[in-house]
């Protein structure tokens, strides 16, 4: 009885407009928990309703009082002009004024009520931004897609990813936010991280900006790794291991930036980077090419730019065959 009493003062901050959106959702749950609980709220709802309706109907009939008002003041202010409603147009507003508050609740029943159902973004050839319900901003890698929810619910906010993403989680230390992928899990409250489900065949790995997430497999949750910023994460998703290291990538989130730092690292490393932000086929035609070593610094730069760089700097020549990009050269020791 002590729990229908609270739910009842719940009801009566909803109709009155005073309910937070935790409030209406809690109050969501509630009804749909039980058919008893939806008949409560029922007959709650029917009685506010005929007590608005009546408060309002009142409210509008005294329209006649109102104009012999207002042509008293009339006869005193020959100047002044008010507007008066005909029978008709009163009539009008009435309905009017009625439908929206039968019309208003009714939408609220409807938003929270109801099941959610799922919605997915998916980033075919180019990099895409999308912002989920709860206010966290996504952006995904060409050829990744995300699951998620029009709505999360009281407790979690969970979604599903498949590819490369980088996340900036709304805080909301009520409500973790969870990455499903596979039987791996990330666990965060409110962080910035990198996550790309396709390093190579069977691993992840999950980059940390700031903020500190927690790694686990839903087999063994009581297992959590732990991240703090410039850490990364390897899930080996076949073997449910974790291995954690520092990140010595400083080009991890280049797909995003088309910002690279290349310190003295080796033109094989290079190229690997460059086919994987741009998504271009170029190919070192002489093995030891690989060796050669460049610093530079690429902010921004169109793939054709970045090429005439490589080829200014260091002794090669570059050959385009459709969309094929051949490096050629003698190579370095």
């Not at 901050?13 to 009804?31: N, P």
């Not at 009539?91 to 004024?97: D, H, L, P, Y």
Request: glycine letters at 6%; proline letters at 3%.
């Amino acid at each position: 009885m002590e729990t229908n009493k609270s739910y009842i003062e719940l009801i009566t901050r909803y109709f009155s407009g005073e309910a937070s959106g935790t409030e209406m959702q809690e109050l969501a749950d509630w009804v749909k928990s039980a058919p008893v609980n939806r008949k409560i709220f029922d007959e709650y709802r029917r009685t506010w309703l005929s007590i608005e309706g009546s408060s309002l109907e009142a409210a509008v009939n005294t329209n006649r009082e109102w104009e012999q008002f207002f042509e008293k003041r009339s006869e005193n202010k020959k100047t002044s002009r008010f507007f008066i409603l005909s029978p008709f147009m009163s009539r009008v507003v009435r309905i009017a004024a009625i439908a929206l508050i039968v019309l208003i609740p009714a939408f609220f029943l409807y938003l929270y009520f109801t099941p959610a159902h799922t919605e997915k973004v998916i980033a075919e050839r180019s990099m895409t931004e999308t912002i989920l319900p709860d206010g966290t901003q996504v952006t995904l890698n060409s050829g990744s897609f995300i699951e998620f929810p029009n709505r999360f619910d009281r407790n979690i906010r969970e979604v599903k990813l498949s590819g490369e993403a980088y996340f900036e989680v709304h805080h909301d230390p009520a409500k973790p936010f969870i990455i499903s992928i596979g039987g791996a899990r990330i666990r965060v409250v409110g962080t910035a991280f990198n996550v790309n489900t396709h390093v190579r065949e069977g691993c992840m790995e999950v980059v940390l900006t700031h903020g500190k997430v927690a790694l686990y497999y839903i087999e063994k949750p009581a297992e959590q790794l732990m991240l703090v910023p410039g850490e990364k994460a390897e899930l080996f998703k076949g073997q449910a291991l974790m291995r954690k290291s520092i990140n010595q990538d400083e080009n991890y989130m280049a797909w995003k930036t088309k910002k690279f730092i290349f310190s003295n690292k080796t033109l094989g490393v290079v190229v690997h980077d460059l086919n994987n932000v741009y998504h271009t086929d170029i190919r070192l035609m002489n093995g030891s090419l690989s060796s050669c070593r460049l610093t530079a610094t690429f902010d921004n730069q169109t793939i054709e730019s970045i090429l005439n760089v490589l080829q200014s700097t260091l002794d090669i020549g570059i050959t385009r065959k459709g969309s094929t990009v051949e490096i050629n050269g003698h190579g370095c020791e």
